[in-house]
């Protein structure tokens, strides 16, 4: 991550722009202190993105409805080959 000084980020605000999208977050400091951070569209989304729940990402599978065999096997023994 590279580090901007505020006077130069505001002076270059298009290239840390650019550098933010082409090679991610981009640090601002004020007076040597870590202040802010700019991220891409990509990066924000990915980091702010709500986490869809179990239920939902059940219902929401292509194979709702779908008649599936989930009868367990009860034999009490099995075939292995060694």
Same mark, same amino acid.
């Given at each position: 991550?590279?580090?901007? =000084?505020? #006077?130069?980020?505001? /002076?270059?605000? %298009? !290239?840390?722009?650019?550098?933010?999208?082409? !090679?991610? =977050?981009? *640090?601002?400091?004020?007076? +040597?202190? #870590?202040?802010?951070?700019?991220? %891409?569209? !990509?990066?924000?989304?990915?980091?702010?993105?709500?986490?869809? &729940?179990?239920?939902?990402?059940?219902?929401? &599978? =292509? $194979? $709702? +409805? *779908? /008649?599936?065999?989930? *009868?367990?096997?009860? %034999? =009490?023994?099995? !075939?292995?080959?060694?």
């Amino acid at each position: 991550m590279r580090t901007w =000084p505020l #006077q130069q980020a505001k /002076a270059q605000f %298009s !290239e840390v722009i650019r550098k933010a999208a082409a !090679e991610g =977050p981009q *640090e601002i400091t004020v007076h +040597g202190q #870590q202040t802010a951070v700019v991220l %891409s569209r !990509e990066d924000y989304t990915r980091l702010t993105h709500q986490r869809v &729940s179990f239920v939902d990402f059940m219902r929401a &599978s =292509p $194979l $709702l +409805g *779908e /008649a599936l065999d989930l *009868e367990r096997d009860r %034999s =009490p023994d099995r !075939e292995v080959v060694l």
